[in-house]
């Protein structure tokens, strides 16, 4: 007989579940979650806003540049 003997550990005198489980409905009360599809859109949609941040930002930027730029050509004009 090939039998392997394990260290006695507390996992074996736990309970262990026996027979069919239960089907009835729990009385918890369960936590209202967004259907997938909706939660999607939401995802989706702040994807679309961050990347309309971005691109905002973007565009902020360059335009302080191009004020900065013009200013700097306005200001040597005047000095010639």
Do not use: C, F, N, W
């Not at 003997?5 to 309970?15: M, N």
């Not at 409905?25 to 909706?38: C, M, P």
């Amino acid at each position: 007989m090939d039998v392997e003997i394990q260290a006695p550990s507390v996992a074996g005198l736990r309970d262990k579940p026996r027979g069919r489980r239960s089907t009835a409905v729990s009385k918890r009360k369960k936590r209202a979650t967004l259907s997938s599809t909706k939660e999607e859109q939401y995802k989706q949609t702040i994807l679309e806003l961050k990347h309309e941040l971005y691109e905002t930002r973007m565009d902020r930027d360059i335009l302080k540049t191009l004020a900065t730029i013009t200013a700097r050509d306005q200001e040597r004009k005047q000095t010639k």
